[in-house]
């Protein structure tokens, strides 16, 4: 089951959610109410075209992106009971090693990366490979509203409105052949613009590499995101086009994408490279298996403040096993984490 | 006491970063995780201040100035501070308190079981810092308080084992701390006091009253 109907009873998210994000909630539901009145009459279209969130919109944001908004499905996937993270701290604490190892840093660096024009190349076992510009890759897709969470291999949480499309319809346009058993992902390498790319201390070969199983990616919960609280990503978030796999721990979820090959063998992935003892390649959230230097049985969900620590109990499959415990059957998910 | 507003000075720096630390913590400066940064900034402040406890030998050698050793005991036990509130920040933040997890991570761990030792050492010796166990221990105490070496490697181990993918910071720390280590090889210890006593006679000639001109 993919899209969950909260029952009526179970409706009490909005207690929790923090004001700003509920009072613009609140009027993005009067906007949608006066678009569907709107929409009544003939020739009159509504068109949601503002982040429904109180957050800093870019000036200018991609027309790819903009003339996608008025169709955008939001809040496709709801997870029950779950507080949207602040946006600030969505963007202010990440993992782009490429920006530099400590969380600030890439929303220190990422600013200078030029997210337009983009473009991802497309090969491997496809009948249509081929260098994309982000624009043709997204035009053909309906915007979803994916709110995740999202669940960091250091024992740290979120919860993040994403906007994008699943990536197994973009393979499915592209038309994998036989070969297609996994698909590989790596991320922009851009010297000038990412100072750990050239650091002599850096232990990641650089480009960050990535991967999953084409069941993995064709799964309905994983999407190819551009947006996140209904504007384009920020660069240290994965600008211009990144992977979000909710119930994988948040490292396969790879950011700025600029390749991606369908193969026959399981590619390359930099983590499990580097700390094949410590980072599987399926590195599915599994309170079971903990990480050799530390419990994945609990998280921190952020923000955690000194008087709330937020730890809490870590959910099998970050809460989408109903989703995706079928893909691993038989599997020995301990062996092969 | 010798020194007393240097020693006062240096008890303040020792006191005023996690102070800093913790207000900061307080007011949300410290982003949207900060027990996970106090526990980072509280274990490199114990690094740092063990460096520098490690440092005051070779700067006596080198120099006229009694300073130095009078504050070294105060920097061994600012050091054993700082890593208690490291343990108490890890217990707090990242634990919540969940002493079942604390047997079974101090069981399981290497780096847990490295930091748990380096804490016994300066356990130790902040136990034995006081002149009556120096007296009692007479020779010994020297010996025992030769513990902070083994603190230095353990603590440069628990902090290799936790960096993720970038050793740059480490390798500093390192090269510090070999650097200091290399200091007392008996060849360079001779050779930095060497240095002072040249400099001494130097001053002393200077010192000198001029030469009856008459």
């Given amino acids: 089951m993919l899209i969950r109907v909260p029952s009526a009873s179970r409706c009490s998210s909005a207690d929790i959610t923090p004001e700003s994000v509920y009072l613009s909630r609140r009027r993005f539901m009067a906007a949608s109410g006066a678009g569907l009145a709107l929409g009544a009459l003939p020739g009159v279209a509504f068109a949601q075209d503002v982040s429904p969130y109180e957050v800093p919109v870019p000036a200018e944001q991609p027309t790819w992106f903009t003339e996608k908004l008025p169709g955008v499905q939001w809040r496709a996937v709801v997870p029950l009971d779950e507080t949207i993270t602040p946006f600030e701290d969505a963007t202010h604490y990440n993992n782009f090693y490429e920006f530099g190892p400590d969380k600030g840093d890439p929303a220190e660096h990422a600013d200078a990366m030029d997210i337009e024009p983009w473009t991802v190349q497309i090969d491997g076992a496809v009948e249509k490979p081929g260098t994309y510009s982000v624009a043709d890759l997204v035009q053909p897709h309906r915007l979803e509203e994916r709110i995740y969470r999202l669940r960091c291999v250091e024992a740290w949480s979120m919860v993040i409105p994403w906007l994008g499309f699943p990536l197994g319809e973009l393979i499915r346009r592209a038309g994998p052949t036989g070969g297609a058993k996994y698909v590989a992902f790596e991320t922009a390498v851009l010297p000038e613009v990412m100072p750990a790319v050239d650091s002599r201390f850096s232990l990641i070969d650089w480009p960050y590499r990535e991967g999953l199983r084409i069941d993995e990616a064709m799964h309905p919960l994983t999407i190819l995101a551009v947006g996140m609280y209904g504007r384009i990503l920020e660069e240290q978030n994965g600008a211009p086009m990144r992977l979000v796999v909710p119930w994988k721990y948040g490292f396969k979820s790879i950011k700025s994408i600029v390749r991606l090959s369908l193969v026959e063998e399981q590619p390359y992935t930099t983590w499990q490279n580097l700390a094949p003892e410590e980072y599987g390649f399926y590195a599915n959230v599994n309170p079971n298996v903990d990480h050799p230097r530390w419990t994945q049985a609990r998280e921190r969900r952020l923000p955690a403040n000194l008087f709330s620590t937020n730890v809490r109990d870590t959910l099998m499959f970050n809460g989408y096993a109903d989703e995706v415990a079928s893909l691993y059957q038989g599997m020995d998910l301990a062996k092969f984490y | ?214």
């Fill in chain 2, 1 to 214: 006491m010798k020194h007393p507003i240097w020693r006062a000075s240096v008890f303040v720096l020792g006191l005023l970063p996690p102070l800093y630390w913790l207000y900061l913590g307080w007011t949300s400066a410290l982003g949207p995780d900060p027990g996970q940064v106090l526990v980072e900034r509280l274990g490199q402040g114990a690094l740092v201040i063990l460096l520098l406890t490690l440092s005051l030998s070779p700067l006596q050698w080198t120099m006229r100035w009694t300073g130095w050793a009078h504050v070294r005991r105060q920097l061994g036990l600012w050091c054993f501070a700082y890593v208690c509130l490291h343990l108490t920040a890890y217990l707090l933040f990242i634990l919540g308190l969940d002493w079942a997890q604390l047997g079974e991570e101090l069981v399981e761990r290497p780096y847990i079981i490295v930091g748990a030792l380096a804490w016994l050492c300066l356990l130790v010796m902040a136990a034995t810092s006081n002149r009556w166990s120096m007296r009692k221990l007479g020779p010994r105490w020297k010996k025992l308080h030769r513990l902070a070496y083994a603190v230095l490697g353990l603590g440069l181990l628990h902090m290799l084992w936790v960096v993720r993918s970038d050793i740059g910071l480490w390798l500093i720390y390192f090269a510090c701390g070999a650097a200091l280590m290399l200091m007392r090889t008996p060849w360079a210890s001779r050779r930095l006091k060497q240095r002072r006593r040249a400099r001494q006679g130097a001053r002393t000639a200077d010192r000198q009253p001029p030469a009856a001109r008459f």
